[in-house]
């Protein structure tokens, strides 16, 4: 969320950033909701002073009936006021959750993710002297993945990894959680059910409450029961990954500039609804509703040269994560129009897929700068004392469905059986190197 100064300060910039990302907002009517709200809030504090006021003039013996009524009629007007008040904050927060934060000069303009540009590609996709099968059949085959009982189970796009797809999920995870301790990241497992402020801080929601029809997150029905016995049915939700529970680790903390920037990884189980893809990628791994994933999340000063450093930082690790264990991929920098409103400058990276004969999106490397910490409140205290939003950051270390296709189909053998990457095999119970029919 943007400051509404900054907006006012910028807005044509803004406007220009919101036609390129195909954000439909009317910022007449936000700054006039916003000079209402002004106007209302010096009116509410002047009544307040008043009541305070008077407050004190009656302190001492009985208040006369004068003095009673006019107490009483301030706070009739302080609650009618207040009440105006409500109507428009609610119009206003509805209009600030959706203005979007102008992109980098070196973001693409376009209006979908037909339009995103590639700028590098690393490895030669295989070519296959046997027909290659898809990581369905080998799952199957292999007996490592089972669809149908998964199915069964959790329902529609369900499934069980077991065996050694099961440890080979489990390797990929210890390799990116290994590697990027050695870099320095602070590894967290973090919680997977959080608060309805985690997701709507990080951006989540399209809006600024969780909205069923457009949020790909489950929502928690159950009641708690708090340790004094209460009930609680405050909203929770399952992440879709650890980068909410990761930012909201410092809510409503200020830090200090000497501890900054702060790098932490995240391993965690995450839940996506998937709502918006109905009918898309029906069979198999690529799009399912729970997989494992590591994070990472980067937190540093008010700083786009050292945000973007970060930025690139982060994009390596994948990049060396897909190069270590020998996928061919490609590097998308994405267009504003594939771009949420908080972005500032995006990055996807994907991975060669023999069974679809093209890349498969493996990860996603995003700057916010403060549109998070804005909504979440993480500042810091730089070397003058005053406190200003820390910069987010966040990128895909390794999500397991899509690494496990691209190993399973990248390398297969002529006799039906998988090589596990060099890197993984020391993971692996055993330290196994390939996974064969039973």
């Known amino acids: 969320m943007l400051d509404i100064n900054f907006i006012r300060e910028n807005i044509e910039a803004i406007k220009e950033a919101a036609k390129n990302k195909n954000i439909n907002l009317d910022f007449e009517h936000l700054l006039r909701l916003d000079d209402k709200r002004k106007g209302l809030q010096i009116t509410l504090d002047d009544f307040r002073a008043k009541r305070n006021t008077h407050a004190k003039t009656t302190q001492n013996g009985k208040p006369t009936l004068d003095q009673i009524e006019i107490g009483k009629k301030l706070k009739e007007d302080i609650a009618s006021e207040q009440k105006k008040m409500d109507v428009i904050m609610l119009e206003y927060m509805e209009l600030m959750v959706k203005v979007p934060v102008i992109t980098s000069s070196d973001t693409p303009v376009g209006k979908s993710e037909l339009e995103n540009v590639e700028v590098e590609r690393k490895g030669e996709p295989r070519v296959f002297d046997f027909e290659p099968k898809d990581h369905i059949a080998l799952g199957k085959d292999l007996d490592i993945i089972d669809f149908e009982r998964g199915v069964k189970v959790a329902g529609y796009r369900g499934y069980y990894m077991k065996n050694e797809g099961a440890s080979l999920q489990m390797a990929i995870m210890m390799y990116a959680i290994e590697k990027l301790v050695q870099k320095g990241f602070v590894l967290m497992i973090p919680p997977t059910l959080v608060k309805e402020f985690a997701l709507f801080g990080s951006g989540y929601f399209s809006g600024k409450v969780f909205n069923e029809n457009t949020d790909e997150i489950y929502k928690i029905a159950n009641k708690e029961i708090e340790a004094d016995g209460n009930e609680n049915r405050e909203n929770k939700f399952l992440i879709g990954t650890a980068e909410p529970s990761l930012l909201a680790y410092y809510a409503d903390e200020v830090l200090d500039e000497k501890d900054l920037p702060i790098k932490l990884c995240g391993f965690s189980q995450c839940y996506r609804s998937e709502i918006g893809s109905y009918g898309k990628d029906t069979k198999g791994l690529y ?12 937190l ?5 040269e050292m945000a973007n450093k970060l930025h690139q930082e982060m994009l390596g690790i994948a990049k060396e994560f897909h190069e270590a264990i020998g996928l061919p991929y490609r590097v998308l920098q994405i267009c504003t129009g594939d771009m949420s409103a908080g972005k500032y400058k995006m990055f996807d990276m994907e991975a060669w897929i023999p069974s679809r004969n093209s890349y498969g999106e493996t990860g996603s490397a995003s700057n916010f700068l ?4 804005r909504r979440l409140n993480v500042r810091y205290k730089n070397k003058e004392g005053v406190k200003q939003n820390v910069y987010m950051l966040n990128n895909t270390a390794i999500a397991s469905p899509r690494f496990i296709i691209s190993i399973l189909e990248n390398f297969q053998n002529k006799d039906g059986s998988v090589t596990i990457p060099q890197v993984l095999q020391k993971y692996m119970p055993g330290n196994k190197g390939i996974i064969e029919k039973k």
């Open 300 to 304: 540093c000063p008010a700083d786009k």
């Open 370 to 373: 403060d549109w998070q910490s």
């Open 287 to 298: 799009r399912v509703h729970e997989f494992m994933k590591v994070e990472q999340v980067c």
